[in-house]
């Protein structure tokens, strides 16, 4: 009689990513946890889905989805063949570490970052090297390039933290570095830079771009990356052949092409994660200044814990991750005033 | 100045996966080459699209897509925690070979079958040992045993040949194997049997199934595994956090809750297979008996090349491999009438 198969020991022993908590249908709960942009998606991105053709839904879609790279192409001023898209930026991600990292080679990352990073290489049998932040959340140039890694992944702005490196800081490292240099930029559009030049200028340098923030459609699952040609040609080889739907090709051109419907929410999200800043400093917390759409918030006392529950209690979601260095601290996302509004009278008095 | 990051050479050397042609939007072509269901997708699922909530693309969707798995459940007379949900089917081939499988084992399959296989693995440094078909396209079972494979992927119904084993002889080979037997059911709406009983009996066999055939939903990006809940749990660990997108969970789970509808498009396909059938035997092709939506025939003459160049020029495409043992024959689709009369008319006379 047979029995289970074998797993992979690498997969064994791999500790799953644990997403957000996501709140069930119908529940009443002002989440602020995971990041989502408070505001609809384009009412242009919603069009494509309603008015969605039924041989569109039969037939395969375009394997490169290729009405959107034209649309990205002509956004970004980049050409078509430097747009690689994936099902969600996770997937660019994974199929960026199943390219260009083999089993045993090296994975550097400034540390605390998204906890997606160890997780995608364990799972390809690749070892990670977890570099501190510098004072000052600063790029630790010089140790990131002494861990003998293949590949650099890092978040800008970073999550959780929000705090961002500047352009010049990932040229410096950009050049000194024989490898791939991925700059996951899942929260720019919050921010004041990006580092779309340094794609044009140097051939190691990728980004990483989703849909899942500034555009509003976390639901969707679509993102992609801007990268020199060469390498996009061979990322594609790695991907599944037909990794985006139909209609998210469609509603991801349309909100892209919105630009200025996106634009009118991410100030509105600024705005308020000023406001928002300020009012927790108030209050006793320390803030970090953040170039995304959450905020990093040392409680006073130190008491993140209880009061993520306390927060819960009165349906008020926000993010706490017991590990070291944050366990002190809530990741909160930037809601709409009222949703801000909420959260703060939800603080103990 | 950096230079372009090295690539792994298993991806350098792979050959990518080519799927099947797509003509560009508003071609006048009738379309046999890639084995869509000819007809439209359930109309629940075109109103579970067309009806989104916009709250519902802005928030990050299910992890483990929980709607569809309880329907899946209920539809399939298994529990929950048996179905892992993908971005296709292709998605649920990657998970399993990057759960299954350490870089150096071995996967086994009959060939010639689905030309995924093979690209999924070497991407992932795996060997492959394909195993003729034995006569009469009965499954090799003593030959796939002796491989010294980890697992053994198998499409039954097989492309591109249609044909299937019966469950009788899949079961003889799983209570012969120790690892793991994926029986990839693509096509399986169009059969007479499956091989569900078998999952709920052997903890090694899994059977992975679509809605881009059956479900007229190729361009959703849905597909779902079935298998013993230890293997699910693993797997999960492995896929991309959130790799359902929510519309596909609402419209997946809606067409697969119209069983009558799919049936209906399924009986249609199947009546005009056998029409088709007779009517290329009439004109001289070797028709392979089908178990699918498409059949396999040898041309006349062995001019298959000739014949689909000749069918592309009148607005017909058929799929054409210029493979060992395929060069002979053309795979078409099973079209609506309208389209199988077109395909016959567009003949040589």
Known sequence: ???????????????????GEQPGPGERIIKLNT?????????????????????????????????????AARVHGVS???????????EILSITVRTFLDPGDTLAYPDP????YPVLAESCGIRVVAV??????????????????????????NAPTGTAVRPAAVRELALAFAGLLLVDEAYVDFADENCLDLVRELPNVMICRTFSKGYSLAGLRFGYAIAAAPLVAEMTKVKDSYNCDAISILAASAALEDQDYARDTWQAVRAERSR?????????????????????????????????RSLKAKGVLVRY????GLADKL??????????????AALPG
């Not at 029995?3 to 500790?15: D, E, F, G, T």
């Not at 053709?53 to 959107?68: G, H, N, Q, V």
């Not at 800043?277 to 130190?302: H, I, K, M, W, Y």
């Open 113 to 116: 970052t998204y906890s997606l």
């Open 132 to 157: 501190p932040w510098e004072p000052g959340w600063q790029l630790p140039v010089q140790t990131l390039l002494a861990s003998g890694a293949r590949a650099i992944f890092f978040a800008n702005p």
């Open 276 to 308: 928002l800043a300020a009012e927790l400093g108030q209050r006793g917390f320390d803030v970090v200044p953040s170039q995304a759409n959450f905020l990093l918030a040392t409680c006073p006392g130190g008491l993140a814990a209880d009061l993520y």
């Open 331 to 344: 990741r909160i996302t930037v809601g709409t005033a009222a949703q801000n509004d909420a959260l703060l």
């Open 80 to 90: 078509a063949d430097m747009i690689l898209t994936g099902n969600g930026s996770d």
């Open 1 to 19: 009689m047979p029995r289970l198969p074998q797993i992979r020991p690498n997969v064994l022993r791999m500790a799953p990513y644990v997403p």
């Open 321 to 324: 991750f017991a590990k070291p």
């Open 35 to 71: 990041n989502e942009n408070p505001f609809p998606p384009s009412p242009r991105a919603l069009a494509a889905i309603r008015s969605i053709d039924p041989d569109i839904l039969r037939r395969y879609p375009s394997p490169t989805a290729e009405l959107f790279r034209a649309t």
